[in-house]
Structure formats: C-alpha cells, structure tokens
C-alpha cells in the first residue's frame, strides 16, 4: 500500500510542477496593447461552418464591424455539407455587403480529401488572398477591436502561429460554470506552454498563421486520419520547424466568447473528441502531460473509494489532492483576473469531485467508439 501512496503523492508532485511551469510561461507574457499603427497586411478570416444557420449572421455582423480597413481584409465561410440553410443565410447576407466587404461562400463535399473542418481550412486557405490566416468560428462573438489588436501584434513581432485567447460564456448554472472554469485553465496552460516554447494546445477558434507556414508545414497533411485536432496538430507541425515563431496574444481586446455546453451529452461529445486527437500527432510532452492527470485522478477516485470502503486513512487522499489544488489555484488565480473570471474561483473545489469522474471516463472512452459532431457520428 505504501508504494501505491508513494507513487499517488509522486503523480501529484508532477502534475504540480507542470502547472508551476505553465503559470510561469502565462506570467512571462506581456500584456499586449493595440497600438496606432497604418495596417499593411492584408488578412483572410476564414469560417468553417457546417449547420450554424442560427449563429453565421450574427458572426459576419462581428466582422464587418471590425475597426480595421474593409480594403484590408476578406472573409471565407466554408460551408461544410451542412444540412440546414446556412449556405443560404451566408448568401444573403453576401448580397447585402457585397459592394463593402470582400466575402465568399466555398462549398467542400462530403469526403473530399482530408475530414471535415480540415478540408474546409484546407480549401479556404488555397483560396485565401491575406498574407495571415485567421480562422474562427461560427458561433463565437467577438468584439470590434478584436482583428485590429491581432494584426497589430502581428505586425509588431512577426510570428509564424499566433494563438489568441478563447472565453467560454455561461449562465447562472454550476454546470456551465465550472466549465468556463476548466476553460481558463486550458487557456492559461496553452499561453504558457507556448511562452516556454513547448507548446502544447491552441483553439482553432482564435487562431492565426501566415498562409506562408502553412503551406511549408503541408497543412494537416499526415494529420489528416482524425477529423479532430485541426488547431493543435498544426502547432505541433509548425512547432517541429520553428518553436520560437508560435506566440501567444495575451490581449483582453482579442478575446473570443464562445458558449458552454448546454448538457452534459453535449460536454460528454465534445470532450470525447478533444481528447481522441491526444495520441494523433502530438507532441511528446503533450502526450506526457495527459498520461500524468489521466493517472493521477483514476488513482484520486480509486483512493477515495478504498477510504469509503475498507477504512483506508483519509490523509493518503488528502495530501495528493492538496498538492493537486494547489497547481490548479496557483494557475487560475491570474487566469481568472484576466478574464474577469475570477468570482468562479470558489466553484474549484466544489467542481473538483466532478472532475474526478470527468476526466477518468473521457480519458478512458475517448480511444473508443464515436462521438456526436456537428450531426455527424465520428469515429475516435
């Protein structure tokens, strides 16, 4: 039993550190501040959409209210074989803007190559006129400084990648909050792994490269057997040739706000296909690192059960799930002020028996079996 606490307390220790790690990266960075500069660049916004009707209006709205010159950027929606009318939303509102904004609609089949939102980043950027790739989507809302703060950081340092922060919206639920909670997590743990140039996570849907690298990396090629990981295995691709040139925009301007699951089958699918793209061309470290919190909170739950079932001391749980804590506070303690989230940071302990059993079952489905995707059923 003493190796089993040994080896808990040792998982414990490791994930703490990595945490340490990653909030030293986030606290490096530098706040980023738009700057008046006379914009040179010229960007291509690119929307893959499949069955977003309800949203690609309000989303396209977002964009023709940038404060940047209408001259200086385009816009692409793929629509990706949906099955409601968001091709027709998309092309109506074309016709409304068309003599003020440079905006396309390109339609991708079925089984055209590469999967799904891959091919549809795929197209659109062969397609693209902009020098910087952004790519969002539909159903984010961003505000109108958003592509001017991107550009201008670009402009400024030159980067080959440029990740950018990704909020997660709720309501008054504990169970959208403590998503949104996790969300700052993943957010602060992508900045500062990408600070200590070993990056490790990105969210394609603030997310922006030169057209230049990604045609030199080959795009998703030999990434292209898993419809998910499209942002991630990028980075992973462009990281091999050139970890100095990824960066992170730490910028309140640049936010996007997305929404938290409304269900906890909708969670269940998405989670199940984040973590199927884990073992699909990533990083070593990447790899590592969900090795190490998959065990550490399988060996949590186990401890906690044997405490409930044979006596076992409550201090062979305490002290590991003390050390744990203390990672996950040190890290979202300035995540959270960042993005104005930190009143949620009471939900962390009362969300962490939740995430005990979260993390154990994704982790333990997600080689298997397939999830729900935009109507679609994928398999892992």
């Known amino acids: 039993m003493s190796l089993v606490v040994y080896s808990l307390i040792v998982l414990s220790i490791l994930y703490f550190l990595f945490l340490a790690w990653c909030w030293t990266g986030w606290m490096r960075l530098k706040t980023h501040s ?49 099955t409601d009318n968001t091709a027709e939303v998309v092309a109506s509102f074309i016709r409304k803007h068309q003599t003020m904004f440079a ?3 390109v339609e991708i089949n079925e089984h055209a190559g590469t999967l799904y939102k891959k091919q549809a980043i795929t197209n659109a950027v062969h397609a693209a006129n902009g020098k910087l790739i952004i790519t969002t989507d539909a159903d984010c ?81 030999a990434a292209d057997n898993t419809a998910s990981g499209d942002d991630t295995q990028l980075m992973q691709k462009i990281a091999a040739i050139s970890p ?44 590592i690192i969900a090795a190490i919190a998959y065990l550490l909170h399988i060996s949590l739950l186990v401890t906690l059960f044997l405490i409930i079932t044979t006596g076992l001391p409550a201090s062979y749980f305490i002290l590991p799930f003390a050390i744990k804590l203390c990672g996950e506070l040190l890290l979202l303690g300035s995540a ?34 397939a999830y729900s995707w935009k109507g679609r059923t994928v398999s892992s």
Not at 151 to 178: G, R, W
Not at 252 to 262: E, F, L
Not at 351 to 369: C, D, H, K, Q, R
């Open 34 to 82: 738009s700057t008046e500069i006379k914009s040179q660049t010229f960007v291509t916004i690119i929307i893959p959409a499949r069955n977003e009707e309800a949203a690609i209006e309000h989303c396209l709205d977002d964009l023709i209210k940038q404060h940047y010159p209408a001259a200086l950027f385009e816009i692409i929606v793929v629509n990706d074989s949906s």
């Open 103 to 105: 905006i396309r609609l």
């Open 141 to 221: 809302s961003r505000n109108a400084t958003w592509l001017s703060s991107i550009v201008s950081y670009y402009e400024l340092h030159h980067p080959d990648m440029l990740c950018a922060p990704v909020v997660l919206d709720c309501n008054n639920t504990f169970f959208q909050k403590i998503q949104s909670l996790e969300f700052c997590g993943l957010i602060s743990i992508a900045a500062g792994s990408i600070a200590m140039q070993h990056p490790i996570l990105c969210n394609g849907a603030n997310l922006a490269f030169t057209k230049e690298i990604f045609l030199r990396v080959n795009g998703f090629e």
């Open 244 to 287: 100095a040139g990824i960066h992170f925009l730490k910028s309140k301007d640049a936010i996007v706000h997305t929404q938290a699951a409304g269900s906890l089958h909708e969670l269940f699918h998405q989670r199940k296909r984040w973590a199927s793209k884990i073992p699909v061309n990533m990083s070593r470290l990447t790899v």
């Open 336 to 369: 959270t002020r960042f993005m104005n989230k930190q009143k949620m940071l009471w939900l962390l302990l009362p969300a962490e028996l939740f995430y005990l059993f979260y993390i154990v079952i994704i982790g333990t489905l997600s080689p298997f079996g």
